[in-house]
């Protein structure tokens, strides 16, 4: 191999290194937002989360960029990059496309779900109905989001799932909130076994208008908490 070859070779493995690295990363970062650790308006200290991670600033900025490109963070010149703060406008919009998302997804679902998918989402639906018995806000929020990415990713249609799980990201930096709220698990979960028996009739404009509705209830949900603590 030639000293040039092997020089285009060394380089183009790492560029793989890093972009893997940066990946890592960037899931860790996602994460740390989701639990809450990294707060909406905070900074992003590189330097800590790059000790923290055992890695270079560099993989930490790039990871922060493709993090700020899915509307997670914001750059602020000469501060750096801190968690995105969504205001009643951005919910709004976001609640908006997730309602249109998911009705479309519907229209889908009611054609091509089997029995053994069926069998799948009803169990779903129970292990959430014992959750919401118990109370516990941070586990439902979690089976939810499961829930619902089952349902998109059951549609097939990988473009659909991939613009989804851009929104809900998004939507992460908020939507606990909307649980909170007194009996929201319960009114919750009628909604999702609504879904699965809507799914089952094979009739996809209703299951557009029970899917849609659901994330309609869900910002209304949003929204009478956020009036509560203002």
Same mark, same amino acid.
């Given at each position: 191999?030639?000293?040039?070859?092997?020089?285009?070779?060394?380089?183009?493995?790492?560029?793989?290194?890093?972009?893997?690295?940066?990946?890592?990363?960037?899931?860790?970062?996602?994460?740390?937002?989701?639990?809450?650790?990294?707060?909406?308006?905070?900074?992003?200290?590189?330097? @800590?989360? $790059? /000790?923290?991670?055992?890695?270079?600033?560099?993989?930490?900025? !790039?990871?922060?960029? +493709? &993090?700020?490109a899915m509307g997670l963070l914001e750059v602020t010149p000469s501060r750096g990059f801190s968690v995105?703060?969504?205001?009643?406008?951005?919910?709004?919009e976001l609640y908006e496309a997730r309602a249109g998302l998911c009705g479309f997804a519907g229209t889908?679902?009611?054609?091509?779900?089997?029995?053994?998918?069926?069998?799948?989402?009803?169990?779903?639906?129970?292990?959430?109905?014992?959750? @919401?018995? $118990? /109370?516990?806000?941070?586990?439902?929020?979690?089976?939810?989001? !499961?829930?619902?990415? +089952? &349902?998109?990713?059951?549609?097939?249609?990988?473009?659909?799932?991939?613009?989804?799980?851009?929104?809900?990201?998004?939507?992460?930096?908020?939507?606990?909130?909307?649980?909170?709220?007194?009996?929201?698990?319960?009114?919750?979960?009628?909604?999702?076994?609504?879904?699965?028996?809507?799914?089952?009739?094979?009739?996809a404009q209703r299951a557009f208008t029970v899917m849609s509705d659901h994330v309609k209830a869900s910002?209304?949900?949003?929204?009478?908490?956020?009036?509560?603590?203002?």
């Open positions: 191999m030639s000293a040039d070859r092997t020089k285009r070779h060394t380089s183009a493995l790492e560029i793989l290194r890093t972009q893997s690295l940066t990946s890592v990363v960037q899931q860790e970062i996602e994460r740390i937002i989701w639990d809450g650790e990294l707060q909406p308006k905070a900074r992003v200290n590189e330097m @800590a989360l $790059a /000790g923290r991670f055992g890695v270079s600033r560099g993989p930490i900025r !790039e990871a922060c960029r +493709a &993090l700020a995105r703060s969504l205001d009643a406008k951005d919910v709004a889908l679902l009611a054609e091509r779900l089997a029995d053994a998918d069926f069998k799948r989402l009803e169990a779903m639906v129970y292990k959430m109905d014992r959750v @919401a018995d $118990a /109370g516990d806000v941070e586990r439902y929020y979690r089976l939810n989001l !499961e829930f619902h990415h +089952a &349902l998109i990713a059951l549609t097939g249609n990988e473009r659909l799932t991939q613009i989804y799980d851009g929104v809900v990201k998004q939507l992460h930096l908020c939507r606990i909130k909307a649980l909170s709220q007194a009996g929201a698990l319960v009114a919750s979960n009628a909604e999702h076994r609504r879904i699965v028996k809507t799914l089952k009739t094979q009739d910002h209304g949900r949003m929204l009478a908490v956020m009036s509560a603590v203002t």
